[in-house]
């Protein structure tokens, strides 16, 4: 299915298949839903209207069955700690037990 990049300060970019009357949504986060049995003047509506965000919260969302297909990606765990690395001044001399 082709995304079309679209203006929202939410939704990075639409797509659509009237074949299988399935609208697919990739969110800024990265996160993407499709929603089944869209009518196609649903999904022109979508692409047409100013505001994307509220009308997919007006006419689309909780009005058709969807499921999420790309997980909104996980923050990165900050790194472990790294390892102190031996300093690079002069050996210290080993002492002998007396």
Not at 13 to 39: C, K
Not at 50 to 67: D, V, W
């Amino acid at each position: 299915m082709e995304m079309q990049p679209v203006q929202s300060s939410s939704i990075e970019a639409i797509g659509y298949d009237a074949s299988t009357r399935i609208l697919r949504i990739r969110f800024t986060s990265q996160a993407e839903y499709q929603y089944y049995e869209v009518p196609q003047q649903v999904w022109k509506t979508l692409m047409y209207t100013a505001s994307k965000g509220t009308y997919l919260q007006m006419c689309i969302r909780g009005k058709y069955a969807y499921e999420c297909v790309v997980e909104k990606p996980k923050k990165e765990e900050p790194d472990a700690p790294k390892e102190e690395k031996p300093s690079k001044g002069k050996p210290k001399a080993k002492r002998t037990p007396v």
